[in-house]
């Protein structure tokens, strides 16, 4: 037997996945939690030197599990945007690792983005926001003595995880980034596939101090185990991960992850489109050449879910909502618009908040439950109609994955409301598994083609042809988020 361990680093934890090749599945899940620290209001950190170990925790227990002979590859997928400074010459990290969600250079991005939203837009495809990689390395060189001493010997290392990873994995052989977390940089022109010198110096960033960037199916270099060499192959951001393992490697395909919140990647080809309402950042389009994605988030979906399970106590699980949902025949006008932390693309909105419109007497909580989960189905359509305009795509169907993509009533809504089969498939690991497809492309075991054709569908959710009824429930959305922007 032989396998592949992606290694995906997420947020709140660090997880090994065995991939099986021969049978192409996931046999064993290792998860190890990482502890966030929040220093002051707004900023979110974590320990770098915790994200190692606990990489390297999941890593030999999945190693062990199956022999260190058997492994072929160790791929890798990352939580985005998370930057890390450490010393070319030792690894060591300089600081914490400052996470995405971080908002502690909020007033100096408002500052750009008045100035330079619109190029910067242009050359990285992404909104002046906190969240990306640039501002947290400017605030990293001005505010840490040691980060900036590092730089003035021409030692310092700024990267996001996964060319931390790498470069510790490798024993500080390669310090290399792929083009899915470069094009999360802020820093990198998604139109020329450089660093871009203009940012360079807007953010204060040198050049040396940046990874070299590379291709996310290559061979990155080798861990060495127990006397045997592993090599390290495929690397991608986890969102462009996910589309890898969900196939979309065509202009036109598209996948949707329902989780706490909710994201969409849909590619629109190998030349670049820029969209004010939504991002556009690299992915996988197929061996040697990036896709442009469009892509879009949703703040809360799956976290209404929770906020009726645990804050309103209607339920006791978070699945029980398909039951109470489907315990009436419809939702009886009602619309929930769950912004409770502003509204995501294409409203960008951060100041407003949640509300819920059509209550009448008859109300009950299955009702609200059911307009919860439709609102998801809703903020979907909303970025579909974007992308499939602004993108010049039409999807064939939606790939869907997360958490609350197992709820049975919320696909075939789905699917009803934007008029587009919806396809489930087998494998619900998507991320992790669009990290093994990577290093299998990258060590020459299977083709994009063959990857792409093996995809299993579990269940496929064709729409309703009542064409009527669903545009008079999306115009009740519409008009129920206009009430929410007011
Ligand atoms: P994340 O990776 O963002 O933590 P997951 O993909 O594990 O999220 O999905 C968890 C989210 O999905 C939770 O917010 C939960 O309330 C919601 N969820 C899970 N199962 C269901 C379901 N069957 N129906 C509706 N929502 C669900």
């Given amino acids: ?39 002051k209001p707004g900023y979110v950190e974590e320990s ?84 990306f990689s640039a501002s947290k390395m400017r605030w990293l060189i001005q505010n ?14 700024l990267g996001t995880i996964e060319s931390y990873l790498i470069f510790k994995l490798t024993g500080g052989k390669s310090f290399v980034t792929d083009y899915t977390n470069a094009s999360r940089t802020m820093l990198y022109n998604i139109n020329t596939f450089e660093w871009d010198e203009d940012l360079l110096s807007l953010f204060g960033v040198p050049r040396h101090a940046l990874a070299e960037v590379v291709a996310p199916d290559c061979v990155y270099g080798e861990y060495e185990y127990s006397g045997r060499k592993i090599k390290i192959a495929g690397s991608a951001g986890d969102q462009q991960s996910a589309a890898v393992g969900q196939g979309c490697f065509e202009r036109g395909s598209a996948k949707i992850t329902y989780g706490t919140g909710m994201f969409m990647l849909a590619n629109v080809g190998d030349k670049p489109k820029n969209c004010d309402a939504i991002l556009t950042t690299l992915g996988y389009g197929g061996a040697g050449k990036p896709s442009y994605m469009f892509e879009g988030s949703v703040f809360n979906a799956g976290s209404a879910v929770q906020w009726l399970r645990d804050g309103l106590d209607f339920f006791k699980r978070s699945k029980d909502s398909e039951r109470l949902a489907l315990s009436v025949s419809s939702s009886e006008g009602v619309y929930v618009v769950p912004a409770f932390t502003g509204l995501g693309s294409p409203y960008w909105r951060s100041d407003v908040s949640g509300l819920i ?6 109300v009950t909580k299955a009702h609200i439950t059911r307009a919860v989960l439709e609102s998801m189905a809703y903020s979907a359509r909303d970025l579909i109609e974007i992308m499939q305009t602004e993108g010049d795509i039409k999807l064939d169907k939606l790939r869907v994955d997360g958490g609350a993509s197992q709820n049975d009533f919320l696909m075939q809504f789905q699917a009803d409301v934007v008029n587009t089969p919806v396809d489930r498939p087998g494998e619900s690991e998507s991320t992790a598994l669009g990290a093994a497809y ?34 008079k429930l999306y115009d009740g959305w519409k008009n129920a988020v206009k009430r929410c922007l007011l």
């Fill in 1 to 39: 037997m032989s396998y592949i361990i992606a290694l995906d680093e997420g947020t709140t934890s660090t997880r090994a996945v065995l991939f099986n090749i021969k049978k192409q599945k996931i046999e064993r899940v290792k998860n190890v939690p990482i502890k966030q620290y929040y220093p």
């Fill in 144 to 157: 840490v003595p040691e980060v900036k001493s590092a730089l003035e010997r021409k030692d310092l290392c």
């Fill in 357 to 362: 419109t059509g209550i009448t007497r008859g």
């Fill in 438 to 471: 990577l290093c299998e492309i990258a060590l020459g075991i299977k083709s994009v083609q063959e990857i792409a054709s093996g995809r299993q569908t579990q269940k496929l959710f064709t729409p309703d042809s009542d064409r009527e009824k669903y545009e």
């Fill in 48 to 131: 770098a030197t915790e994200i190692y170990s606990s990489t390297i925790s999941v890593l030999v227990d999945c190693l062990e599990t199956v022999g260190v002979d058997s492994v072929l590859g160790i791929a890798i997928t990352n939580q985005r945007e998370t930057v890390i400074a450490w010393e070319r010459s030792t690894g060591k990290p300089l600081y914490n690792a400052i996470i995405w969600q971080c908002r502690r250079t909020m007033d100096f991005c408002s500052e750009i983005d008045l100035r330079y939203g619109n190029s910067i837009k242009e050359k990285t495809g992404l909104k002046v926001d906190a969240y």
